[in-house]
């Protein structure tokens, strides 16, 4: 199947810029449209650019090794709907229209091609509905399309999924007037609409829907698995530094950058235990921020994930065998930090090895109500650690311990129960 | 498709015993090929039966839950070829013919499917010549078949790939003479030979041919994964006691049985080392036998690797961190212990996690050659606990940290390399 991209509007309001090439999250705009459609087997490009922004858009998508056909439209002022009718000779049958210069989501791509029609939106969560365009529709058909419309259902993304019998309406319009407007071609085919409520699509016009259309897509690339911690404090402040860091570093560097400060707050409880505490939290916290960027800039690495699990264990052990080593004296203490050290250790273990063993989350099928994922245990140590010296550490490591092997415990009886 | 078993034969050298219902390594006969054949998509069987084993191989059938039909053959005088022509009304097309005494592996039957006409083998490994029916072969087909021929080439292992027009020549013999082998129908066919070389069948004549075959089927059972001292050593224990007690006990029981010797050497540290690191050596010993009794006796449950690796996990901590306790002084002494006990348990994650997120075995395409596998590190302990008091235990744990850590390092490095 063939997708349709208009990348020929004249962007008035973005400086200058050419809106498909402007970066969101770290990526092209045009860079995400295609990289989510050929997720899903859409492999051939039809491009519709205008004499202005050919040159770039070309060089951008010899760059990325795409599948392309590239249609000049001469006459932009003449309407996105001349931009599609160009497209008319390059596509046959079913195929994808999409707006060059919309950010779309993961979710929404996928819902937007089970339907066909005009792709709508009834509750539109990251667009203005002031801005938008309306779609009154009646028996499932647009009945009228503008943006001043009153007692419509719900609004236009610039998506769409059409055959070619699209052409022929847009003919007609060509035909009668001079300037055609994608939404009268819509109006006259009486197209079908395929509802896709609140899911992430946005028209990027100005530097300001950038900031928001990162903002979304950053607030959709948490993972659902995180633990109570992650989920109400580090994600609000990791997702954050990912804005700020996603274009100017690699998930790479994030990764490293995370890891040397868990060593750093591991060497710290040498000097200041409290200290340590404080930036062993700051490391969880950017211990998010790899992955974030990974996800947003559609750069994920299966590798980097693994070295990233990893390598957390290491700062884990780092800084609890560091902390038992300054603070530990009697063979009994040590050995209690060694029971919390392994009880840390096991409940990544019995989770991943539910996962080689059974390809799916330990987390997913059995819902874990015992508190000791890491983000939980890291926060419970720094609080320790601004606590300390008022108690002895020996206490932090049997709570510690108690509370991963509770954990292990309650998984491990729940997998050989389900299984 | 369907098979065709032949269970009509009179048993007379195992003592009334009914030869497809005798169990061979904790399954029986039947059960076995059964079980093969149906992780290949066979799964209507047609059970040539006499007079005398008619009901305890129906209720055998009704058991194990098959669909399956039944034959009766009421002159098993008549020979195994006269057996085969009774199924010609319940088979059509392609299906496959089998010996009800004939125990075969699971390689074997696998290769034995690709092919079509008898399946011969050209190294038989575990009958002897004298006993096979050996075969000549012409342009890829049978050109005669017996005990006593002189240049044969292979021999027949009771395995066939057929169709339907077999029963041509069946018939042809059956009115011709009384008795009729399936050899004689085979030659008159001039059926096409499938080689399969080296791969386990075997006739079960004799008690010790129940032996002899659950000697193989331990010897298969072994992982490829192994490591340096379970190939060579724990291996050659632990199938010996696999062997004994795969009638006897189940591999969950076979799994607490080795936790529970695991403690008890843990324990044993407060008392005498030496005594503790031969105990320690026993358990892993003996921790091979779970495994190797489920897959001898098709009893493999994930749930119970899994279970398994765990409770490893938690013995080598126990024997390690009470080692420690029992023999460390200072926090200095304590820190190289836990970075021992951390090593060891790094190597079982990153593997893990490995075969978690890109769904194969970190040891199969990356070939670690630095020790610091399970059998090999606790063969290291038991050797160190046998010459403690000469050595402090300190050297152990660093040597095992060193050990453990190289082996993580190259196992991450190959990784990241290779993705």
Redesign the interface.
């Known amino acids: 199947m063939r997708a349709v991209l208009l990348c020929s509007g004249l962007a008035t309001r973005m400086r200058g810029r050419i809106k498909p090439l402007v970066k969101v999250g770290g990526r092209e705009i045009l860079y995400r449209t295609i990289t989510l459609l050929r997720t899903h087997g859409i492999d051939e490009f039809v491009i519709v650019v205008n004499r202005k922004n050919k040159e770039a858009i070309e060089e951008f998508l010899q760059r990325i090794g795409v599948n392309y056909r590239l249609v000049v439209n001469d006459s932009p002022e003449r309407g996105n709907g001349y931009s599609l009718y160009l497209a008319r000779n390059h596509v046959s049958g079913r195929f994808v229209l999409a707006m060059g210069d919309h950010v779309f989501g993961e979710d929404f791509v996928r819902e937007a091609l089970k339907g066909e029609g005009l792709v709508c939106d009834g509750e539109p969560r990251y667009v203005s509905l002031d801005e938008a365009t309306k779609v009154v529709v009646e028996d499932g058909r647009v009945r009228d399309i503008g943006k001043h419309l009153k007692d419509f259902c719900c609004v236009d993304t610039g998506f769409f999924v059409l055959d070619d019998s699209i052409f022929d309406h847009a003919e007609e319009l060509v035909r009668e007037r001079e300037a055609v407007e994608l939404s009268e071609i819509v109006k006259r085919a009486g197209l079908k609409i395929h509802r896709v409520d609140g899911r992430l699509w946005m028209d990027v016009d100005t530097p300001d829907d950038v900031r928001r259309a990162e903002k979304a897509l950053f607030s959709l690339a948490v993972k659902g698995e995180d633990g109570f911690i992650s989920k109400h404090i580090n994600r609000k402040i990791s997702t954050r530094i990912s804005r700020m860091l996603v274009n100017r570093i690699s998930p790479n560097h994030a990764t490293l950058l995370s890891f040397l400060v868990g060593v750093i707050s591991s060497l710290s409880v040498l000097v200041s235990i409290p200290l340590a505490g404080l930036i062993y939290q700051l490391s969880s916290i950017l211990d998010g921020v790899d992955g974030e960027i990974a996800r947003v800039a559609m750069k994920t690495?299966?590798?980097g994930?693994?070295?990233d699990?990893?390598l957390d264990?290491v700062v884990d052990?780092l800084f609890l065998?560091?902390l038992?080593?300054?603070t530990?004296?009697t063979?009994?203490e040590?050995?209690v930090?060694?029971?919390a050290?392994?009880g840390s250790?096991?409940v990544?273990?019995?989770a991943?090895?539910?996962?080689?063993?059974?390809?799916e989350s330990i987390y997913r099928k059995i819902r874990v109500r015992v508190p000791g994922k890491r983000d939980e245990r890291v926060f419970l140590v720094m609080v320790f650690c601004l606590l300390y010296p008022y108690l002895p550490t020996v206490y932090l490591f049997a709570l510690l311990a108690l509370i991963t092997f509770g954990r292990v415990g309650e998984m491990?009886v729940k997998?050989?129960r389900k299984?």
């Not at 991943?352 to 390809?359: L, S, T, V, W």
């Open positions: 690495l299966k590798i994930g693994w070295v699990s990893i264990r052990f065998s560091i038992a080593y300054a530990l004296r063979p009994q040590f050995f930090a060694m029971l050290i392994f250790f096991m990544s273990y019995v991943e090895k539910y996962r080689a063993d059974f390809g491990v997998a050989a299984n």
